[in-house]
């Protein structure tokens, strides 16, 4: 079975920071990674995904994360943070076989003025 | 635009009163999802549907059903919702493997 942790429930930056969301995975496969975003009362919106090609992966609204499978890790990353950054971040993970996505239980990224 | 759309947006129905939410897409994806996401947790996965195949995961209760009469329809039904089925609905749907879609979701009380 796979699963994910996100270390920070609460995140806190000042605009213009760089923002540092953590993810680890764990799967006894090579799996598929997926970082989504949800602003309040909406679905959720794919930032970028992995898929076993290039180990940096780069997004939508100026967002990467990289690939590291020796830390079993997938942190999102963003140079500069923006106000309109401030929203919930959900990590998840689905491996070859099993269509379905197991999220991690969400980062609220704060940007504070 | 291509889109999932999901109704209502809220929703507030008694304890015990059957209630339904439908979700609609324009991307001819074969496969839809129905999640729920209780407040400050994960999207939780109840069932899906490939093609016409349901799929339901070993721990979605008994009293939340499903029906795709088409491609582009998905419905969740709550045969008798209780206080703890409060939460968003969320539909989605994918093109086989490829990345979900996610609706704007239902948020649904229970009084």
């Known amino acids: 079975a796979q699963s994910v942790t996100q270390l920070g429930s609460h995140v806190s930056v000042s605009e213009g920071a760089l923002v540092l969301l953590r993810c680890n995975y764990s799967s006894s496969v090579p799996p598929y990674l997926f970082w989504y975003v949800q602003y309040p009362n909406q679905g959720l919106q794919l930032l970028l995904k992995y898929t076993s090609a290039a180990t940096l992966v780069k997004g939508i609204n100026g967002f990467e994360a990289e690939f590291k499978k020796s830390e079993t890790s997938f942190h999102l990353t963003k140079p500069s943070a923006h106000m309109s950054d401030a929203a919930e971040y959900f990590c998840?993970?689905?491996?070859?076989?099993?269509?379905?996505?197991?999220f991690g239980s969400g980062t609220r990224l704060q940007v504070q003025p | 635009d291509a889109m999932v759309i999901q109704n209502p947006r809220y929703q507030v129905t008694q304890f015990g009163k059957p209630v339904t939410l439908s979700c609609s897409q324009t991307l001819n994806h074969n496969v839809m999802y129905w999640y729920q996401q209780k407040s400050s947790q994960a999207p939780k996965l109840l069932f899906h549907y490939y093609d016409k195949d349901f799929n339901n995961e070993a721990d979605t209760p008994d009293n939340f059903q499903s029906r795709r009469p088409n491609t582009s329809f998905c419905f969740l039904d709550i045969r008798s919702p209780g206080l703890g089925d409060t939460a968003m609905y969320l539909c989605?749907?994918?093109?086989?493997?490829?990345?979900?879609?996610f609706g704007d979701g239902t948020r649904l009380s229970i009084l």
């Open positions: 989605a749907t994918s093109k086989d493997n490829q990345p979900q879609h």
């Open positions: 998840a993970v689905s491996v070859t076989g099993r269509r379905a996505l197991t």
